[in-house]
């Protein structure tokens, strides 16, 4: 891996985007490696979550690389987008959590990468944005589509249309991030979070991501149908046993992910 870092800390997986020369900007390179990486801790049964960040402290991602960009025919543009697209609908579809841990730039490919993890938590001194529009191209590794969805049409149009980048705070007002840290809290504050989850029944906590993202795209009636199927799959598992039992008897649950 040459534009990225992995470390297993205790059954948490943290990928570092490890390019702060350039802000950490993706390239195809970067793409492909976050690709591998994320294929990798999806069978590695070690993995129970993932953190996502930039390394330095400037950016998370401060978006796409600019000179790769330029040089883009209607092709090899379109193919781009694609391939980002698949990068990113894998880690959104990744049966375990990912937080981002926005420690600064999250603009543009940065944005859209962030948005396609399951929970936010910035940096206070974050900035967030897609402004890609101000370059005479659109986002395009999904972000027109996820942030439609996370924030409603209005205000993801007024975001798109301006290029305006905001601050971690206006962020997590309107709800396109979780939550705002302290900096030197930002990591101790996700893997907070992410040993929380990891506490919880994995098959439960994967079921749960599925019903979500899955059934988020589906009309109410059929996410509701996922849903109860999901809740009832559960129900022939050792997990839910142990879950109930351990709730009766008052007492910390031991799952074992069965």
Known sequence: MESIKTENRDGILVITIDR????NALNAETIGEIAEAFHAARFDETVK??????????????GADINELAQA????????????????????????????????????????????????IASEKAQLGLPEVTLGII???????????????????????TGDRIGAAEAERIGLVNKVVPADQLMPTCEELARKIMSRGP???????????????MPFEEGQVLEATLFGLLCATDDTKEGMKAFVEKRAAEFKGQ
């Open 20 to 23: 702060p020369k350039l802000l």
């Open 49 to 62: 979550a993932v953190i996502l960040t930039g390394a330095g402290e400037k950016a998370f991602v401060a």
């Open 73 to 120: 025919t209607p092709m090899s543009g379109k193919a781009t987008a694609e391939k980002g697209q698949r990068t990113f609908r894998a880690i959104e579809r990744f049966p375990k959590p990912v937080i981002a841990a926005i420690n600064g730039f999250a603009l543009g490919g940065g944005c859209e990468l962030a948005l396609a993890c399951h929970i936010r």
């Open 139 to 161: 986002p395009g590794y999904g972000g027109t589509q996820r942030m439609a969805r996370l924030l409603g049409k209005g205000r993801a149009l007024e975001l798109i249309l």
């Open 203 to 217: 098959l439960a906590v994967t079921a749960a991501i599925e019903a979500v993202m899955s059934g988020s795209e």
